[in-house]
Structure formats: structure tokens, C-alpha cells
């Protein structure tokens, strides 16, 4: 994955429909940490919905200039499908940041109600929200949001379960897609930017040391969704 996205100026494509921009938005989050390969399936899964409608779907956008997908290939954003789909990352991850930030939502329930306000905003009232919220770099889970001009970085991180203790980490980034994940660290007070000091991995569980309390095993479901950086 670069470690910053090409540049390009905040728009929506023409005709882009709110499930045309749901599903660029889709396509880039699967392979946005790790470069995997976007599938058909793979986005069936993610959006709930079958096969044959995502084929529809991938169709559409593909004559729209958005995808570049041929049989049996990962499906491909274009140059214009990549500025929808990150024009939509910036909007959902400033909502969910002025969520949390501004009116007191939990960081495990921000991703439905920002899915929801994204589409109905403007540009200006994006821009302004950025502005209001200092130009955050990163949303409340960690995810990086693109700047007016689409760049964007990305720390060098590893999976929680991938890490062998005992080592010292950062968090960096934890799916909200895994809502367990979101539970389980707050109850712990493990927030993004915390050090954690991983000891070592038990019958597949991470077991980190606590900060003035027990230790306590972390299950695995949960370390998968979760991204720290060490020390070089």
C-alpha cells in the first residue's frame, strides 16, 4: 500500500449514485491497509449483498470510468474511481471524528450513523467540519483521513496477533468494522495512541500487560483488528 494517495481534488463522479459511491468507497477500504485483492465475493460479503448484484454494480461503474475489471481479475479502482472513493473515506471519517469529538458518540457507535450523514453533505459543509475539527489527521479509530487534496499517510504497522512478545507497540488502528474489537479495548482503556506492552501469545489469545492493573489476554478476533507500530 503507498504511503500516500495520489493527488487529486475532492469530487463526486457523474451519475455516482449513493450506492455507486458505497461501493468505491468499499472497494478501496478492502485493499486500504494491505493491497489485497478485491473480489466480487469479497465485496458481496462486505455489503451484504449477492454476487449478481455486485456483477450489476461493477458494470455500471465500469462504464461509468470508475473500475477497470476483467474476468477473473481483482477489480481495480481507475484514477477517478480512486478521487470518488477517497472523497468518501474524508467524509465519513470526519463525521465520525466531529461524532466523537463534538457530541459525545462512542468510537463503536459512529461507523452506521456516519454511513448515513456522508451522502447527504456538501462540500462546503465538509471543508468547514475540517476546518471547525483542526484538519484531524486520523479519525477516532485510527484510520487516516485524506486531506482537501485527496493525500494522506499511513504509519508502517502490523497486526496486533502478528506481533511476537514481548515487545512494546503503539496502537495505531483498530477496525470498526469489529465492533467486539471497539468493547474490548475501551473497557480496558486501550485507546488509539496507547502503549501496550505485549508479553506473549497464549492458546491464541495476545496477553498484554496492564497499566497499573492485571494483565489481560486479548482474543485473537480481536488482535486481528488491531494495528500497532514498534520502535525501529
Same mark, same amino acid.
Given at each position: 500500500?503507498?504511503?500516500?494517495?495520489?493527488?487529486?481534488?475532492?469530487?463526486?463522479?457523474?451519475?455516482?449514485?449513493?450506492?455507486?459511491?458505497?461501493?468505491?468507497?468499499?472497494?478501496?477500504?478492502?485493499?486500504?491497509?494491505?493491497?489485497?485483492?478485491?473480489?466480487?465475493?469479497?465485496?458481496?460479503?462486505?455489503?451484504?449483498?449477492?454476487?449478481?448484484?455486485?456483477?450489476?454494480?461493477?458494470?455500471?461503474?465500469? =462504464?461509468?470510468? *470508475? $473500475?477497470?475489471?476483467?474476468? !477473473?481479475?481483482?477489480?481495480?479502482?481507475?484514477? +477517478?474511481?480512486? /478521487? #470518488?472513493?477517497?472523497?468518501?473515506?474524508?467524509?465519513?471519517?470526519?463525521? =465520525?471524528?466531529? *461524532? $466523537?469529538?463534538?457530541?459525545? !458518540?462512542?468510537?463503536?457507535?459512529?461507523?452506521? +450513523?456516519?454511513? /448515513? #450523514?456522508?451522502?447527504?453533505?456538501?462540500?462546503?459543509?465538509?471543508?468547514?467540519?475540517?476546518?471547525?475539527?483542526?484538519?484531524?489527521?486520523?479519525?477516532?479509530?485510527?484510520?487516516?483521513?485524506?486531506?482537501?487534496? #485527496?493525500?494522506?499517510?499511513?504509519?508502517?504497522?502490523?497486526?496486533?496477533?502478528?506481533?511476537?512478545?514481548?515487545?512494546?507497540?503503539?496502537?495505531?488502528?483498530?477496525?470498526?468494522?469489529?465492533?467486539?474489537?471497539?468493547?474490548?479495548?475501551?473497557?480496558?482503556?486501550?485507546?488509539?495512541?496507547?502503549?501496550?506492552?505485549?508479553?506473549?501469545?497464549?492458546?491464541?489469545?495476545?496477553?498484554?500487560?496492564?497499566?497499573?492493573?492485571?494483565?489481560?489476554?486479548?482474543?485473537?478476533?480481536?488482535?486481528?483488528?488491531?494495528?500497532?507500530?514498534?520502535?525501529?
Amino acid at each position: 500500500m503507498p504511503r500516500t494517495s495520489a493527488q487529486g481534488q475532492s469530487t463526486h463522479a457523474p451519475a455516482a449514485t449513493t450506492s455507486v459511491e458505497d461501493y468505491a468507497k468499499t472497494i478501496y477500504g478492502i485493499a486500504e491497509w494491505e493491497g489485497a485483492d478485491v473480489t466480487a465475493s469479497a465485496l458481496a460479503k462486505k455489503l451484504g449483498v449477492s454476487n449478481p448484484s455486485v456483477t450489476l454494480m461493477i458494470k455500471k461503474m465500469a =462504464e461509468l470510468g *470508475l $473500475v477497470d475489471h476483467q474476468p !477473473y481479475a481483482p477489480i481495480r479502482l481507475t484514477p +477517478e474511481g480512486r /478521487r #470518488l472513493a477517497l472523497a468518501m473515506v474524508r467524509r465519513h471519517r470526519l463525521i =465520525e471524528t466531529w *461524532l $466523537v469529538n463534538e457530541l459525545g !458518540y462512542g468510537w463503536d457507535e459512529v461507523h452506521d +450513523e456516519a454511513e /448515513r #450523514l456522508e451522502h447527504a453533505v456538501s462540500e462546503v459543509f465538509v471543508d468547514r467540519l475540517d476546518r471547525r475539527l483542526g484538519r484531524p489527521a486520523s479519525d477516532p479509530h485510527g484510520d487516516p483521513i485524506p486531506a482537501k487534496d #485527496l493525500t494522506m499517510h499511513y504509519p508502517e504497522t502490523t497486526r496486533l496477533c502478528q506481533l511476537p512478545g514481548p515487545a512494546e507497540a503503539v496502537v495505531e488502528q483498530v477496525d470498526d468494522a469489529v465492533p467486539e474489537a471497539l468493547r474490548v479495548l475501551a473497557e480496558q482503556q486501550v485507546t488509539i495512541g496507547s502503549s501496550v506492552r505485549v508479553l506473549e501469545a497464549r492458546d491464541g489469545d495476545v496477553v498484554l500487560a496492564g497499566a497499573g492493573r492485571e494483565d489481560f489476554a486479548v482474543p485473537h478476533d480481536v488482535a486481528h483488528a488491531v494495528r500497532v507500530s514498534t520502535a525501529s
